[in-house]
């Protein structure tokens, strides 16, 4: 299914327009947009989106004579083959990592000069873990979690991360009604941070909801909640979050709450959506002000030539509006249970296997409809993202299957996934969308065929390299061009902690076969191998850009206390990390991991979008509003 739509190598169209398009933006320094001008580039942002840029994958050539005796054209001994010209690096940071001033990294200030740094750096891709809102403790049950893979609901963004100085800002709150700055330079405290900022971004919403209708501000407000792509999610997730939080169902699962409700009678929901009115417009106005700023954010780092890489679980949570509103998509029993869960079999790290707990899909429910639930989620996806990475990939080749009443992985059983039906049906429901195919662990041959029918780039990993296993794919003489090249994911080990718990074969090994040693320091000699890589990306963690150790580890799978936390450093950090930034600039031009200036393949005339013209003073360009309404509409693959 290599349609010229899907993810074609001649055409790599990208939704990110890290390249061209990105080149072509204004490079303004942010900062305080008018409302009447988000509006504007709201739109443009969502559209860009959508629109392909003008990346090839080679330089184009004359057509040649297939006539055998025939003179050649001119010009024939100045014809050479062309390297790929879309090699590309970056850094992975959720942005709660990032500085701030009240407990958590935020989409403020510090975020901007995070994409300044990466600029600086010459990267080209910024990769975040999951927006949604994290996995909250309930008492009783689970005290401590805050897991952004274990998210309430996949359309939904994580509303702690909102900037209190941007409400501010916005002329929602005083500066008086901030808290007094906390915890500056410390790891995530997310119970502090909920239950200190949360009442402050509630008065914002409230006064956002107070304004008049024909306040600029206002107007967007009632804009974006208006549209149809919007609200689909956004009224199933407000009307959720309202029954949730009344007081008799708190930390009960949604198949737990009476039958009028956990089956969804529509009397019932339309007496609780009109007795939680003030619940749900508080909700629906979080969620704006949550949009305004990332968006107002991916325009300014799409401007500066940064796309934005997200990632996307392949499961969804069990208590979750997603499950609640859509059950007849999930395998649940007759109570609205889930009758089967996710998880892999035992392996050499454990004899139990790993029991997720999520609800699996019902495929053939979904192929009826055409994919139309999983559509609208990519489209969430990559409004949010110019890219988005699948994690557990290999669930739509052949996913595992454990009974809901099983107590760990041992019983389940492997079933076939949807393969190429899911992608052609999201191919004919939306167009093709720029993924990448996480593809770790149990990879088997139907994996790889269907990642490779679907020309998804996937990924290697420098740490998992090093076994005995001469042909793993994650050795550097075996990585492939269209892949992602990773020294570690969020749940590895830093490079630097990783290499201080190898045995001394393995630190030989890595001395003769890349050069790494003490004093390089394990961290920059895998940026150093991911940079010299085949594969188009390679992308670190800022962990690893810093050289630290499994102090700052971000998560260790398995243990649900003590993940998500770490933070980069105080306001200002990026400042001093200059020399960081060179370091990265010197390899990346060293291996052509630059913005390419050559010559490009002509575009076709659907493709070529109008020269971009940013509103003043907003770095979001509106180029997309050239383009054919048709195109709006689609998501065109990348790789």
Same mark, same amino acid.
């Given at each position: 299914?290599?349609?010229?739509?899907?993810?074609?190598?001649?055409?790599?169209?990208?939704?990110?327009?890290?390249?061209?398009?990105?080149?072509?933006?204004?490079?303004?320094?942010?900062? =305080?947009?008018?409302?009447?001008?988000?509006?504007?580039?709201?739109?443009?942002?969502?559209?860009?989106?959508?629109?392909?840029?003008?990346?090839?994958?080679?330089? %184009?050539?004359?057509?040649?004579?297939?006539?055998?005796?025939?003179?050649?054209?001119?010009? &024939?001994?100045?014809?050479?083959?062309?390297?790929?010209?879309?090699?590309?690096?970056?850094?992975?940071?959720?942005?709660?990592?990032?500085?701030?001033?009240?407990?958590?990294?935020?989409?403020?200030?510090?975020? &901007?000069?995070?994409?300044? *740094?990466?600029?600086?750096?010459?990267?080209?891709? *910024?990769?975040?873990?999951?927006?949604?809102?994290?996995?909250?403790?309930?008492?009783?049950?689970?005290?401590?979690?805050?897991?952004?893979?274990?998210?309430?609901?996949?359309?939904?963004?994580?509303?702690?991360?909102?900037?209190?100085?941007?409400?501010?800002?916005?002329?929602?709150?005083?500066?008086?009604?901030?808290?007094?700055? &906390?915890?500056?330079?410390?790891?995530?405290?997310?119970?502090?941070?909920?239950?200190?900022?949360? %009442?402050?971004?509630?008065?914002?919403?409230?006064?956002?909801?107070?304004?008049?209708?024909?306040?600029?501000?206002?107007?967007?407000?009632?804009?974006?909640?208006?549209?149809?792509?919007?609200?689909?999610?956004?009224?199933?997730?407000?009307?959720?979050?309202?029954?949730?939080?009344?007081?008799?169902?708190?930390?009960?699962?949604?198949?737990?709450?009476?039958?009028?409700?956990?089956?969804?009678?529509?009397?019932?929901?339309?007496?609780?959506?009109?007795?939680?009115?003030?619940?749900?417009?508080?909700?629906?106005?979080?969620?704006?002000?949550?949009?305004?700023?990332?968006?107002?954010?991916?325009?300014?780092?799409?401007?500066?030539?940064?796309?934005?890489?997200?990632?996307?679980?392949?499961?969804?949570?069990?208590?979750?509006?997603?499950? *609640?509103? !859509?059950?007849?998509?999930?395998?649940?029993?007759?109570?609205?249970?889930?009758?089967?869960?996710?998880?892999?079999?035992?392996?050499?790290?454990?004899?139990?296997?790993?029991?997720?707990?999520?609800?699996?899909? =019902?495929?053939?429910?979904?192929?009826?409809?055409?994919?139309?639930?999983? $559509?609208?989620?990519?489209?969430?996806?990559?409004?949010?993202?110019?890219?988005?990475?699948?994690?557990?990939?290999?669930?739509? /080749?052949?996913? &595992?299957?454990? %009974?809901? =009443?099983?107590?760990?992985?041992?019983?389940?059983?492997?079933?076939?996934?949807?393969?190429?039906?899911?992608?052609?049906?999201?191919?004919?429901?939306?167009?093709?969308?720029?993924?990448?195919?996480?593809?770790?662990?149990?990879?088997?041959?139907?994996?790889?065929?269907?990642?490779?029918?679907?020309?998804?780039?996937?990924?290697?990993?420098?740490?998992?390299?090093?076994?005995?296993?001469?042909?793993?794919?994650?050795?550097?003489?075996?990585?492939?061009? !269209?892949?992602?090249?990773?020294?570690?994911?969020?749940? !590895?080990?830093?490079?630097?902690?990783?290499?201080?718990?190898?045995?001394?074969?393995?630190?030989?090994?890595?001395?003769?076969?890349?050069?790494?040693?003490? /004093?390089?320091?394990?961290?920059?000699?895998?940026?150093?191998?991911?940079?010299?890589?085949?594969?188009?990306?390679?992308?670190?963690?800022?962990?690893?850009?810093?050289?630290?150790?499994?102090?700052?580890?971000?998560?260790?799978?398995?243990? $649900?206390?003590?993940? *998500?936390?770490?933070?980069?450093?105080?306001?200002?950090?990026?400042?001093?990390?200059?020399?960081?930034?060179?370091?990265?600039?010197?390899?990346?031009?060293?291996?052509?991991?630059?913005?390419?200036?050559?010559?490009?393949?002509?575009?076709?005339?659907?493709?070529?979008?109008?020269?971009?013209?940013?509103?003043?003073?907003?770095?979001?360009?509106?180029?997309?509003?050239?383009?054919?309404?048709?195109?709006?509409?689609?998501?065109?693959?990348?790789?």
């Amino acid at each position: 299914m290599k349609s010229a739509i899907w993810i074609s190598r001649r055409a790599r169209a990208s939704a990110a327009s890290t390249h061209a398009a990105a080149h072509s933006l204004r490079h303004t320094r942010r900062i =305080d947009r008018p409302a009447a001008a988000f509006s504007h580039a709201l739109e443009a942002t969502f559209a860009t989106a959508r629109a392909p840029s003008p990346r090839s994958h080679l330089v %184009p050539v004359p057509s040649f004579s297939t006539t055998a005796g025939e003179p050649v054209v001119d010009g &024939y001994t100045t014809m050479f083959p062309a390297p790929p010209v879309d090699r590309r690096a970056g850094v992975i940071m959720h942005p709660t990592s990032l500085p701030g001033s009240y407990g958590i990294g935020d989409l403020g200030a510090e975020a &901007y000069a995070f994409v300044d *740094w990466l600029a600086e750096a010459k990267m080209q891709i *910024w990769q975040v873990l999951p927006l949604v809102p994290p996995g909250r403790p309930i008492p009783g049950i689970r005290e401590d979690y805050w897991s952004p893979y274990s998210g309430r609901d996949a359309h939904c963004g994580n509303t702690l991360m909102i900037s209190l100085p941007e409400l501010v800002k916005d002329g929602l709150l005083e500066s008086a009604e901030l808290p007094h700055p &906390y915890n500056v330079r410390g790891d995530v405290d997310f119970n502090a941070v909920a239950r200190t900022n949360e %009442p402050v971004i509630a008065k914002a919403a409230n006064n956002l909801l107070a304004l008049p209708d024909s306040h600029d501000l206002k107007a967007a407000y009632l804009a974006w909640r208006a549209r149809p792509e919007i609200e689909t999610w956004l009224k199933e997730a407000a009307l959720f979050d309202a029954i949730c939080k009344t007081p008799e169902l708190l930390g009960k699962d949604w198949w737990d709450w009476p039958t009028e409700l956990r089956t969804r009678e529509a009397a019932a929901l339309e007496a609780k959506r009109a007795s939680s009115t003030a619940s749900i417009d508080e909700f629906c106005a979080t969620q704006f002000l949550f949009d305004k700023q990332w968006l107002a954010i991916k325009a300014y780092a799409n401007g500066k030539g940064v796309a934005l890489v997200g990632d996307m679980p392949i499961y969804v949570g069990g208590h979750s509006a997603d499950v *609640w509103a !859509n059950q007849s998509l999930f395998l649940l029993d007759g109570d609205c249970k889930p009758s089967a869960v996710a998880g892999v079999p035992p392996d050499a790290f454990s004899e139990d296997g790993q029991l997720w707990g999520n609800p699996l899909y =019902d495929w053939p429910a979904h192929d009826a409809e055409g994919y139309r639930w999983w $559509a609208g989620r990519l489209g969430r996806a990559l409004e949010l993202h110019d890219e988005v990475r699948i994690d557990h990939f290999r669930a739509f /080749a052949a996913y &595992y299957s454990v %009974p809901a =009443d099983a107590k760990t992985a041992k019983r389940g059983s492997w079933m076939v996934g949807p393969g190429e039906s899911f992608f052609k049906g999201i191919e004919k429901a939306v167009g093709g969308a720029p993924i990448v195919a996480e593809d770790l662990g149990v990879i088997t041959e139907d994996v790889v065929a269907l990642r490779e029918a679907i020309d998804a780039p996937g990924m290697v990993v420098l740490q998992f390299a090093w076994g005995d296993d001469e042909r793993s794919p994650h050795l550097l003489h075996n990585h492939y061009e !269209n892949s992602f090249c990773y020294p570690g994911t969020h749940d !590895n080990e830093t490079s630097q902690g990783w290499y201080e718990n190898q045995d001394e074969k393995t630190k030989l090994k890595l001395a003769n076969y890349a050069g790494i040693s003490d /004093a390089e320091g394990a961290a920059w000699g895998f940026i150093r191998m991911g940079m010299s890589s085949v594969s188009k990306a390679c992308v670190f963690t800022m962990q690893d850009v810093m050289g630290l150790g499994n102090e700052a580890r971000m998560n260790t799978p398995g243990i $649900a206390d003590g993940n *998500w936390a770490w933070r980069v450093g105080a306001p200002g950090v990026f400042a001093s990390a200059t020399g960081e930034a060179k370091r990265l600039a010197a390899l990346a031009e060293r291996d052509q991991r630059v913005a390419s200036t050559g010559p490009q393949a002509p575009l076709k005339k659907a493709e070529a979008a109008a020269e971009p013209a940013a509103p003043e003073p907003a770095p979001a360009a509106p180029a997309a509003e050239a383009a054919a309404p048709a195109e709006k509409k689609k998501f065109l693959g990348i790789f």
